[in-house]
Structure formats: structure tokens, C-alpha cells
């Protein structure tokens, strides 16, 4: 008889789970083993902080599959308080400790899986261990939150750090009715996002009361008579009742370096397309592994679950004989914001200028989610990213209360197909008056991009300076709020005073949300004037100062 294939798979959750139920559904023979040191192997860690805010009812809820169920369905051996303290590559096995009773043991592997995942940065500062200190990581942290917060009655809460997690804990502390202070060392939240794309979710934040402490770094916590006192550089050292850390994550890689396996340059372990390690009888999944992005090529930690999934099932495939091969990311992600949705896909705009690309143009748009006929539109705002010469999508970004994931979503789904914007002006999608327009924001932001490849319109920029800035609004309009410098020819009488304009130099053009600007930049530039457009119109240039860029 054949041995049996023995696949080991440390760490659950995303990437782990999904291996070993994947690995079963193709070998019925492989004796399959997932070792996880905490007590669940697969819990919706995606849904811890509305746990905490009480939106999410039952600590069960986020139990997503249990150890008996793997073993009764899938004939898979989940050991969870099971700590893997040590590979030994030579031999092929993994010492494992048993956390109840302190047993240490050995097991052998034909292939083995790290997904041990990313934990969360907690930085060697005065105070860090005191009391009332929480991190976001597992279903016990999140039970220590609630305990606290119910236990002491606490008001006042700071959460350090502004990312994806640091966001939904304040949404739902907010919906517990607690204060809450957010302290972001950057001048913006959610870092992967261009600032002037989560200034109207910041506006929304400080609208429901959360304080936003931007640019400060917290240097230590001393504990009071009331609470907490966090320490900042600037003096600021704001009180409360609890503090939540969500500075970020760091991969776990502390047994894969022990055993040698080759780590990448942002910290990560180094995998190839099929998931494996330098090691080709380890593969690694999940939080802990760099990967490539998809529209950069640059090595990157992106911590998501869909990828992790994705990597999970690949890693099996390959283990059991197949064909498959991973991609890469392009960090496609969403955010509820207290009402308020941002999503993003592909590179950001400041991140394309770190790696050196250049040859890009950037469109904004502010239509409404569906028909503005139809009651009850919201305005979105877009951001769609691009290459001038071929028109390839690189990125978009989306805030507004309804219909952002739509269309995110449609824009990710193009440019992981190498799409371009021509795609998104042809593409055909859903239109009823409730659900979109017979022209959708895809579409338009398509149409207005392939006007710029096509050279029909040129982009202009607030930053410029030495240009003539054009307002083609209605007078009212214009006297009711303008640009400083501007001059306002409504659309309406451009025609007839075309004289007005200067032909030495170029001539920028903006109006509400762009529409009337790109009318009026076509007929500009076929009398002559070289005409430039304002993307997205006033509209873009407020959230554009508002976020300090300009």
C-alpha cells in the first residue's frame, strides 16, 4: 500500500482553513492536520469590531467552521491550543507544544503550510502594559473589549492608528455612544487611499463627534486616577477610558526565519506563484507573505482575507498535483465609515509617483448612485487612475453613502482582466432608475478617460500656476461660491465672448462636477484656445484643500 500524503497546515482563519478544506475535496487519501495555538481554527475576524459594537449580537455568530466540523465533514484533524514551536527541515516534521498540558511532540510532513497570519504591532512604549490596553486581533480580544467597557462603564475612548480597523472600531464605539479620539501619526486616515478620497469620510467622523488627532505620535500611556492619560510628542495627551491600538500588523515570521526560510524585503516570507517558500516542501499563505502587485509589480504586505482565501486554495492545488498559479494582488478593499462608504482597487495615485510611474492621468466624477430623477440619489465621488498611452486602468477609488462597492467592484473586476478605460465606456451593466443611470458612473468615468487617451481633452491641474482660470457656471452660482482668481463666462455666452480669452497661454476650466467644463473645453480648443480641463470641477478643488493638498 501507498502511504498516505501527510499535509500540515499551521494556522487557520483565511488562507489555513481554506487550504485544508481545498487539499480534502482533492485527495480523499491525504491525511490532512491543522495545528492553530489559538482556541478557534476559522472565526470572521472581518467582523470583530462590530462584535464589539453590539451589531453583530452573539460571540457565535463569528464562529465561521469548528474543529468537530472539520473533522466530521472533511476528516481533517483541527488541533487548536496547539503551538508549532519549531520546523525541522531536514527531518521534515514540526515539534508542536500542547498549551493545556505542556506536551511536546513531534509530527512528520510531506508538505507543510504556514499560515500563521499577522499580529498586531504593539510598540515597546512607556505604560503599553497597563490596564485598559487592546489590541483587535482574535474573538478573546474582542471579549476583553466588551468586558472592559461594560465592567468600568467607560465613556472616552482613543484608538491609535487610522487604518481599516482603527475605522470600524470607531464606527462602532460611536454606536455604543462612547467619545472616541483617533490618533493618526499621518495627515489622513487609511493610509493605502490618496488624501483628498477619505476627506469627505473624515468630515463625516468629525460631523458625529470623533476628534481626529492627525500628524501626532503617541509616546507613551500613564495611567490616572479616571483612567488613561496617552502621552504625545506635541503635549496634547488627551484622557480615557480605554485604548484600542490598531497601528497595523507585522507578519509572523518568527518560525519561518528560525528554520531558514528566505523573507522578503518588506518582512514578509518570500513565495513564489504557487505559494511555495524557498523551501519547495513549505508552502506559506495568508497575512505572513509578500506577494506581487498586479499593477505596480513592486513586492508588497497586503493583510486581506479575499487574497489569503485565493493563496489557500492554490497552495492545495499545487500540493495535490495541480496546475495554478497566483497573480498577485491589486489590494481591492471597502470601509464603512458611520454611513459612508470608501472602496478602492488597484494603486493609489501617491503610490504610483513612489515607484517612479509616470505616465498616468487622473479623472474625477461626482455623479449620483442612481438616476437623479428616481428620489433618493447620493452623489459618489471617483477617482480613476490610468495609463495616457494605452488606457489601461491602474486604480480607482469611490466615497459616498450608496452604491460605491458597485462600482468599485466592476472597475476591480476590469483591471484584473488588464481592462481599459475603453472597456468601462462600453461596459454594459444593470440600469433600471433605482439601481443606476442609462449612462452609470463607470461609464462615465470610462468615457471621460478615453477622451483624454483619445486626445479629445486635456487634463489640467489645480496646482498650475501661470494659466487662465475659467468658471463656466452661472453667474449665481459663481457669486455664491468661487475659485480666488477666476473668471466666471457662463457656458451659455462663452461662444459670443471667446474674445475675452487669452491665447497665449492655457486656459483652465472648471464648473460644478465637470460636465459643463468638458462642453465647454471642446468648443475652446476648436476656436483655438488651448483649453484645459478641471477634473470633477469645484467640487474636487474643495476636497482637494480640504485635504491639504492644496
Known amino acids: 500500500m501507498t502511504a498516505r500524503k501527510r499535509i500540515l497546515i499551521i494556522g487557520g482563519v483565511a488562507g489555513g482553513a481554506s487550504c485544508a478544506a481545498r487539499a480534502r475535496r482533492l485527495d480523499e487519501s491525504a491525511e490532512i492536520i491543522v495545528f492553530d495555538r489559538g482556541p478557534y481554527v476559522s472565526f470572521a475576524n472581518c467582523g470583530l469590531p462590530y462584535y464589539v459594537g453590539n451589531v453583530i449580537k452573539e460571540e457565535a455568530s463569528l464562529l465561521v467552521a469548528s474543529a468537530e466540523l472539520f473533522r466530521n465533514r472533511f476528516e481533517i484533524d483541527v488541533r487548536v491550543l496547539s503551538d508549532v514551536v519549531r520546523i525541522d527541515r531536514e527531518a521534515r516534521e514540526i515539534e508542536v507544544r500542547e498549551l493545556s498540558t505542556g506536551r511536546v511532540y513531534r509530527e512528520r510532513y510531506d508538505a ?30 474582542t471579549r476583553r473589549i466588551r468586558e472592559w467597557i461594560d465592567t468600568r462603564g467607560a465613556k472616552r475612548a482613543a484608538i491609535i492608528g487610522g487604518g481599516f480597523i482603527g475605522l470600524e472600531m470607531a464606527e462602532n464605539l460611536v454606536h455604543r455612544g462612547i467619545e472616541v479620539t483617533q490618533i493618526e501619526r499621518n495627515r489622513q486616515v487609511l493610509g493605502p ?9 473624515q468630515e463625516r467622523m468629525r460631523e458625529r463627534g470623533v476628534k481626529l488627532l492627525f500628524g501626532e505620535e503617541v509616546t507613551g500611556f500613564t495611567p490616572t486616577e479616571s483612567g488613561l492619560r496617552i502621552d504625545t510628542k506635541s503635549g496634547a495627551n488627551p484622557e480615557t477610558d480605554i485604548v484600542i491600538l490598531a497601528i497595523g500588523v507585522k507578519p509572523e515570521t518568527r518560525l519561518a526565519v528560525e528554520a531558514g526560510l528566505d523573507v522578503g524585503p518588506r518582512g514578509g516570507l518570500r513565495v513564489d506563484e504557487q505559494m511555495r517558500t524557498s523551501d519547495p516542501h513549505i508552502w506559506a499563505v495568508g497575512d505572513a507573505i509578500e506577494v506581487t502587485d498586479a499593477v505596480t509589480g513592486a513586492s508588497v504586505n497586503i493583510p486581506l482575507a479575499g487574497p489569503a482565501n485565493r493563496q489557500g486554495r492554490i497552495a492545495a492545488d499545487v500540493i495535490c498535483g495541480r496546475e495554478a498559479r497566483f497573480r498577485g494582488v491589486q489590494g481591492t478593499a471597502i470601509c464603512g465609515v458611520l454611513g459612508m462608504t470608501v472602496a478602492c482597487t488597484g494603486a493609489s495615485e ?37 495609463c495616457l498611452t494605452d488606457g489601461r486602468i491602474l486604480g480607482a477609488q469611490g466615497v459616498g453613502e450608496e452604491g460605491v462597492d458597485k462600482r468599485i467592484d466592476v472597475i476591480a473586476t476590469t483591471l484584473q482582466h488588464g481592462g481599459t478605460v475603453f472597456d468601462l465606456e462600453e461596459a454594459e451593466l444593470c440600469y433600471a432608475p433605482q439601481f443606476g443611470a442609462a449612462k452609470d458612473p463607470v461609464n462615465i468615468a470610462g468615457m471621460i478617460a478615453a477622451n483624454v487617451v483619445r486626445g479629445d481633452l486635456v487634463l489640467g491641474s489645480w496646482k498650475s500656476d501661470g494659466t487662465f482660470l475659467l468658471d463656466v457656471r452661472d453667474a449665481d452660482e459663481f457669486a455664491e461660491d468661487r475659485v480666488p482668481g477666476a473668471v466666471n463666462i457662463p457656458l451659455n455666452s462663452l461662444r459670443s465672448r471667446m474674445a475675452e480669452l487669452p491665447r497665449d497661454r492655457d486656459v483652465q476650466v472648471y464648473c460644478g462636477v465637470g460636465q459643463r467644463a468638458y462642453y465647454a473645453t471642446r468648443a475652446l480648443t476648436q476656436h483655438g484656445v488651448r483649453a484645459r480641463l478641471l477634473s470633477g470641477g469645484i467640487k474636487t478643488w474643495r476636497t482637494l484643500l480640504g485635504a491639504g493638498l492644496l
Do not use: C, Q
Open 350 to 386: 501617491k503610490a504610483l509617483r513612489r515607484e517612479g510611474f509616470e505616465n498616468f492621468g487622473v479623472v474625477y466624477l461626482h455623479p449620483g448612485h442612481h438616476a437623479g430623477y428616481f428620489p433618493g440619489a447620493k452623489p459618489i465621488s471617483l477617482k480613476l487612475i490610468f
Open 193 to 201: 487611499f490618496d488624501a483628498e478620497m477619505v476627506w469627505p469620510a
Open 112 to 141: 507543510l503550510v504556514l499560515s500563521p497570519g499577522a499580529a498586531p504591532i504593539r510598540p515597546a512604549l512607556p505604560g503599553i502594559d497597563s490596564p485598559g490596553i487592546f489590541v483587535v486581533r482574535t474573538i478573546p480580544d
